[in-house]
Every structure is written in C-alpha cells, then in structure tokens.
C-alpha cells in the first residue's frame, strides 16, 4: 500500500540517522575496533596485539559495542517514529543490511 512504502521510505531515512548517531556516540576505542574489524578487515588476533590483550577481549568489545549500537537505533527510532516495539523490530528487519556492511559504508562515507 502508499502507506507502507511512506514508512519503510520513512523508516529508511530514519534508520540510517539513528544509526550513525548510535555509532557516533560509542567511545573512541569501540569506534576504532570495529572500524578495524569491518572497514579494515583486521583479524581478531592483530586488534587483540594492537591494543595488548587477548583475542577474547577484542570479541567482548565487539559483541558489545554490536549490542549498543542497534540498541541505541532501536531506541532512537521508537523515539522519531512513535511506532511499536513490533512495528520497529518489523521495520529493522526489513530495512536492516548485515551490521558488518553498514558499519563498513558508514566508515567510508566519512573517509570521503
């Protein structure tokens, strides 16, 4: 229907903002490992070197920088759309790209 593709255009736009706000607020050193991670494809093991700790503390930082960062859109978009927690979990799942691929487009937009 005109309406549901008002939303999902809506909900897109929204999406997307929300996200690079969440991302933006991560500290510096979240920021920093997942831009190694997805943007530079670093292994777990070299980030792990780079920052002197153990590969398992690398994938703690990541799981939860993840966990806080679709946490925080989630909540934006609640906040923008006024819409249910169903309607968001339903709108995220259709508009979501793979995290890894979003965090890697974001990174590069701002590279350029």
């Known amino acids: 229907s005109a309406e549901a593709r008002l939303l999902k255009a809506r909900g897109k736009k929204s999406f997307s903002e929300a996200f690079k706000v969440a991302l933006a607020e991560l500290p510096t050193r979240d920021r920093t490992v997942m831009r190694l991670r997805y943007v530079d494809q670093a292994n777990l093991d070299d980030i792990a070197k780079m920052f002197n700790v153990h590969r398992t503390s690398v994938m703690r930082w990541l799981?939860?920088?993840?966990?806080?960062?679709l946490g925080r859109t989630r909540g934006l978009l609640i906040?923008?759309?006024?819409?249910?927690?169903q309607d968001i979990d339903s709108l995220i799942r259709e508009l979501e790209l793979s995290f890894s691929?979003?965090?890697s487009r974001l990174f590069?937009?701002?590279?350029h």
Request: no cysteine.
């Open 101 to 103: 691929d979003r965090v």
């Open 108 to 111: 590069a937009t701002k590279a």
């Open 79 to 85: 906040e923008k759309l006024k819409l249910s927690d």
């Open 63 to 69: 799981e939860a920088a993840h966990a806080q960062v």
